[in-house]
Structure formats: C-alpha cells, structure tokens
C-alpha cells in the first residue's frame, strides 16, 4: 500500500488544521494507521492509531484531547483533526499502516510497514 499524507500548513496558534492519509491498493480496511510526528533534531513520536475497523483508538497522552483519529475505509483515507495548535507541535506530520500489527505495539514507529511522505505543520505564536 502507498500512502499520501497532505493537509499540512502555515497556522496560528489556537487554530485548527486537519490532515489526510491517502491509500492506494486494493484494500484499506485491514490496516491499522498510525500517526507521529517528528520536529527537527528529535525522535519521531506517536500520536495516534485507529484500528482497521475504526473500533480501537489510542492517543499519545500528552496531546489531552486536542487530536482526534478517524478513518474513512471506502474513501482509503484516515484522517488527524488537530485543535487548539501549539508552537510545539510544529513538526513533519507522518502517517504509517500495517496490516500484521498487534494492537499493543500500535505506538511504536518500528511496527508499521508502510509510511506517507510526510506533510509539514508549522504553528506561529
């Protein structure tokens, strides 16, 4: 599966943007997606995983609630919605699939066999 992640920007502090992982190949359905980002000179970081279904979610702690995980199967297309924007979250945006994944490894960047190119967030204060 080939996956293109966009929707990536310029923001505001306290604005919102909403970012795309588009899939191609047969099928979609049986991939858990992961997002992470990763800010110049640091480690890639997990944020978020939604199950092939949509029927597990997991979020990094640290983000409270701010990012939301959700996935259209029919359309290939899991998305991150992202409210309330800090100067810390600016960082390239990634999007990772896998169809063999335990769910308990869903947060490690190591068990995802396909990732999107990336998509560049920055947040100004």
């Known amino acids: 599966v080939q996956l293109q992640a966009s929707g990536g920007g310029l923001v505001q502090a306290g604005g919102s943007l909403k970012l795309s992982c588009a899939a191609s190949?047969?099928?979609?359905?049986?991939?858990?997606v992961g997002w992470f980002r990763q800010a110049p000179g640091k480690e890639r970081v997990f944020l978020a995983a939604?199950?092939?279904?949509?029927?597990?979610?997991n979020y990094a702690d640290f983000l409270k609630g701010r990012f939301t995980v959700s996935r259209d199967n029919a359309k290939k297309t899991v998305f991150l919605q992202m409210n309330s924007l800090k100067p810390e979250d600016t960082a390239v945006y990634y999007c990772?699939?896998?169809?063999?994944?335990?769910?308990?490894?869903?947060?490690?960047?190591?068990?995802?066999?396909?990732w999107g190119q990336g998509t560049q967030v920055t947040v100004s204060s």
């Open positions: 990772a699939a896998s169809a063999g994944i335990i769910w308990s490894m869903q947060s490690d960047y190591g068990a995802y066999d396909y």
């Open positions: 939604i199950r092939r279904s949509g029927s597990n979610i």
């Open positions: 190949g047969r099928t979609f359905n049986g991939y858990t």
